[in-house]
């Protein structure tokens, strides 16, 4: 157990350093090509998973939250004695 929690913490100041390493590299560059390089990538990362499926995927995502807001929900015990039947686990 405590050796998780030392590679835990060890990766996680290792990544907070890695950020510095990468800022450090952004804020001393003049290469305004590397900025702009940057910004695609940066701008390209936040597309959501949701805009990338068809329309109808997407009505379908938007229907089913809304039934299960509605609480037309079917437990996983129901669905698993449902799909039993046919040998499925």
Not at 20 to 27: P, R, V
Request: proline share 0%; glycine share 4%; net charge negative.
């Amino acid at each position: 157990m405590i050796n998780s929690y030392f590679s835990v913490k060890f990766y996680t100041m290792d990544l907070q350093a890695e950020k510095l390493n990468i800022l450090q590299a952004i804020m001393s560059t003049s290469d305004e090509s590397l900025i702009m390089d940057v910004k695609a990538f940066l701008s390209d990362r936040k597309t959501d998973w949701f805009d990338e499926l068809s329309k109808e995927q997407q009505k379908d995502v938007l229907e089913g939250l809304a039934e299960a807001d509605r609480g037309e929900t079917i437990s996983h015990a129901e669905v698993v004695k449902l799909f039993g039947k046919w040998g499925l686990k």
